[in-house]
């Protein structure tokens, strides 16, 4: 059995440092994910005027509950859409100017809902470019709160956007949803907001899912960051399918707060062997995959590691409620589809699934990333046992696990 330490979670990092800048005191985030992400995002926070520290394994942020200590800043949120989402509301919290932009491939994702939300709170919210999208400048003089309508079925990270600004607005916040997607993400920002001292309260009603915010600000602590279970998929997904591989990820037990944990589920139904304690779960083989069709609506950002093994199984795989997943760093569903036909592998696609044949994938072949790294990730699980794989782009999985290549080569080195 081969036990593997998976970096922190981006989802929980993100979450942290958002609320350790909007809370009362100094919060100290203990093993944090370090990428091109959370790197992007302490950096943003720098702009604003947070003061952040980072040593090895701890980051330290002085909270500033009355918003950004800059009264102007220009902020570059890299490729992250958790810091192109998050930031502009944090800073809509405060006083000042604020300009975001981001990446090309960040610019090309939607934004829309959650800035017309802000704008419905009376934040002065202007996009410099195509509406609905980065660039956008701020020009924030605090939110009063309120009730707003959402629409969050293309991404959760807006619902997750607004409600942790709910604590910081003048008379809190009632956020009524009409659709979501990824809602186990939002249960992690509602356990983490509660951590750092929010009031949340929820209603179900007839015009949708209500969520009430309280004016209570955010207190300090020290916050542990768990493991990324959606890096941690990729190795559990190698686990599966190698005969007389295991692994165990400790960290992500039965207390775990990410709901991408629930892909090992997809996996037990597969065929392997899946046991999780209240410190670890571990993946083991058993031979073989079973083909299946799953709804992957909640656990999407682990849809690509399924794909990837899909063709391994003895039957049909069909992955259903995927549709948000072709508005993430790239449309990740043609990408599949793509890089499994260069593989000689049968796919066919709809607007929100995939249909993948078994049939062993053929190599060599290059795989076109999209700059996506989770598409590195997840082939990087298939070439396991298709030669010739390589990447166009293999350098892009720094956004979430910069030492992935070294980290995987070690676990595939060792039975």
């Known amino acids: 059995m081969t036990v593997i330490d998976i970096p922190g979670s981006k989802s929980v990092t993100a979450r942290a440092l958002f609320l350790a800048a909007a809370a009362e005191g100094t919060t100290t985030l203990l093993r944090p994910l370090v990428s091109d992400d959370t790197e992007g995002f302490a950096e943003g926070l720098t702009a604003l005027g947070y003061a952040v520290r980072r040593e090895d394994d701890a980051w330290h942020i002085e909270g500033r509950p009355a918003g950004p200590g800059a009264e102007s800043a220009d902020v570059y949120c890299r490729d992250g859409a958790t810091t192109a989402r998050f930031l502009p509301t944090l800073a809509a919290a405060g006083h000042g100017t604020y300009r975001f932009d981001a990446s090309a491939q960040m610019r090309r994702r939607p934004l829309a809902p959650l800035t017309a939300a802000l704008r419905t709170l009376g934040v002065d919210l202007r996009h410099?470019?195509?509406?609905?999208?980065?660039?956008?400048?701020?020009?924030?003089?605090?939110?009063?709160?309120?009730?707003?309508?959402?629409?969050?079925?293309?991404?959760?990270?807006?619902?997750?956007?607004?409600?942790?600004?709910?604590?910081?607005?003048?008379?809190?916040?009632?956020?009524?949803?009409?659709?979501?997607?990824?809602?186990?993400?939002?249960?992690?920002?509602?356990?983490?907001?509660?951590?750092?001292?929010?009031?949340?309260?929820?209603?179900?009603?007839?015009?949708?899912?209500?969520?009430?915010?309280?004016?209570?600000?955010?207190?300090?602590?020290?916050?542990?960051?768990?493991?990324?279970?959606?890096?941690?998929?990729?190795?559990?997904?190698?686990?599966?399918?190698?005969?007389?591989?295991?692994?165990?990820?400790?960290?992500?037990?039965?207390?775990?707060?990410?709901?991408?944990?629930?892909?090992?589920?997809?996996?037990?139904?597969?065929?392997?062997?899946?046991e999780t304690t209240d410190a670890a779960t571990t993946v083991r083989s058993t031979g073989g995959l079973r083909g299946l069709t799953v709804n992957m609506r909640d656990i999407s950002d682990t849809m690509p590691t399924l794909a990837a093994i899909a063709p391994f199984a003895d039957g049909t795989v069909r992955i259903e409620d995927v549709a948000n997943t072709r508005v993430k760093e790239c449309d990740r569903l043609d990408a599949c589809a793509e890089n499994l036909r260069r593989l000689g592998v049968t796919v066919r696609t709809g607007p929100d699934w995939i249909e993948i044949d078994p049939g062993a994938p053929a190599g060599p072949a290059e795989i076109a990333t999209h700059g996506d790294h989770r598409i590195v990730m997840s082939f990087a699980v298939t070439a396991l046992r298709t030669p010739g794989i390589t990447f166009d782009d293999p350098g892009c999985v720094k956004k979430t696990f910069p030492d992935f290549h070294r980290a995987f080569g070690d676990f595939v080195r060792t039975v």
């Open 128 to 274: 410099g470019g195509k509406e609905g999208h980065h660039p956008l400048d701020v020009h924030a003089h605090g939110v009063k709160g309120g009730a707003l309508t959402l629409d969050a079925g293309q991404s959760s990270q807006y619902l997750t956007a607004l409600l942790m600004l709910g604590p910081l607005t003048a008379e809190g916040l009632d956020i009524t949803v009409t659709d979501l997607v990824s809602e186990p993400y939002v249960e992690i920002t509602l356990a983490m907001m509660r951590s750092f001292g929010a009031e949340v309260t929820r209603e179900d009603g007839r015009e949708g899912r209500t969520y009430r915010v309280a004016p209570t600000g955010y207190r300090a602590r020290t916050y542990g960051i768990e493991p990324d279970a959606s890096t941690a998929s990729y190795f559990f997904a190698a686990a599966a399918l190698e005969p007389g591989r295991s692994v165990t990820v400790p960290g992500l037990g039965t207390g775990a707060l990410q709901g991408d944990l629930a892909f090992v589920d997809v996996l037990r139904r597969m065929g392997a062997d899946v």
